[in-house]
């Protein structure tokens, strides 16, 4: 009896070591570059301008007991369309100056909020947002569900692009809003550690 109490407690020990080591390593979000999008609204005299930004590979690292996360969300800034040549032309010479500054990077470091297995959870994503050259200090509400091998996020937030140093495109006639709609969409497959 002592011989088997003693195998089940060196059975449980181990377990629970299993599990708490499991708690606290990181997972590897992939994203998916065909299904992340960011879709852009401008508010504009008598209309409003929609557009659309592509990804670029990227892949994030999270732990889920920590809120720890790490890596970068990228966006090619030279893909930017909004349907118009003349007006995607002066996009990305005069205000996003994409031909010198080439990509649009959200690097997140934590994570506020729970985060349950394959259920939805509103989540507080901190970090650090690149565009146009300057690093900006962002805090995104995110909407996320994590499954043992897929993640989906949504998130909508405003980028004031004037505040942060870019040219603001009015005309004349045609006055623009001071800030920027962003609409995010990622996806991509979950990378568990090897055990």
Same mark, same amino acid.
């Given at each position: 009896?002592?011989?088997?109490?003693?195998?089940?407690?060196?059975?449980?020990?181990?377990?629970?070591?299993?599990?708490?080591?499991?708690?606290?390593?990181?997972?590897?979000?992939?994203?998916?570059?065909?299904?992340?999008?960011?879709?852009?609204?401008?508010?504009?005299?008598? %209309?409003?301008?929609?557009?659309?930004?592509?990804?670029?590979?990227?892949?994030?690292?999270?732990?889920? +007991?920590?809120? +720890?996360?790490?890596?970068?969300?990228?966006?090619?800034?030279?893909?930017?369309?909004?349907?118009?040549?003349?007006?995607?032309?002066?996009?990305?010479?005069?205000?996003?100056?994409?031909?010198?500054?080439? /990509?649009?990077?959200?690097?997140?470091?934590?994570?506020?909020?729970?985060?349950?297995?394959?259920?939805?959870?509103?989540?507080?994503? %901190?970090?650090?947002?690149?565009?146009?050259?300057? /690093? %900006?200090?962002?805090?995104?509400?995110?909407?996320?569900?994590?499954?043992?091998?897929?993640?989906?996020?949504?998130?909508?937030?405003?980028?004031?692009?004037?505040?942060?140093?870019?040219?603001?495109?009015?005309? +004349?006639?045609?006055?623009?809003?001071?800030?920027?709609?962003? /609409?995010?969409?990622?996806?991509?497959?979950?990378?568990?550690?090897?055990?």
């Amino acid at each position: 009896m002592k011989q088997f109490a003693k195998y089940s407690a060196c059975f449980f020990a181990v377990f629970l070591l299993s599990a708490v080591a499991s708690a606290q390593q990181s997972l590897a979000l992939i994203c998916d570059s065909a299904q992340t999008t960011a879709n852009i609204a401008l508010s504009a005299t008598l %209309h409003t301008v929609h557009g659309s930004f592509r990804s670029k590979p990227c892949e994030l690292h999270f732990n889920p +007991a920590s809120g +720890a996360i790490s890596g970068e969300v990228l966006f090619d800034a030279t893909s930017g369309k909004t349907g118009n040549d003349g007006r995607d032309k002066k996009m990305h010479q005069d205000v996003l100056e994409s031909s010198r500054y080439p /990509e649009i990077a959200f690097r997140p470091d934590r994570v506020e909020g729970k985060v349950i297995e394959s259920a939805s959870a509103t989540l507080q994503v %901190h970090g650090m947002f690149r565009i146009h050259g300057a /690093e %900006h200090e962002m805090t995104i509400p995110v909407e996320a569900k994590l499954t043992n091998d897929h993640w989906t996020a949504t998130a909508q937030f405003k980028i004031p692009y004037i505040a942060w140093g870019m040219k603001n495109p009015s005309k +004349a006639f045609i006055r623009v809003g001071e800030t920027v709609d962003v /609409e995010f969409h990622g996806e991509g497959n979950v990378v568990a550690p090897s055990r």
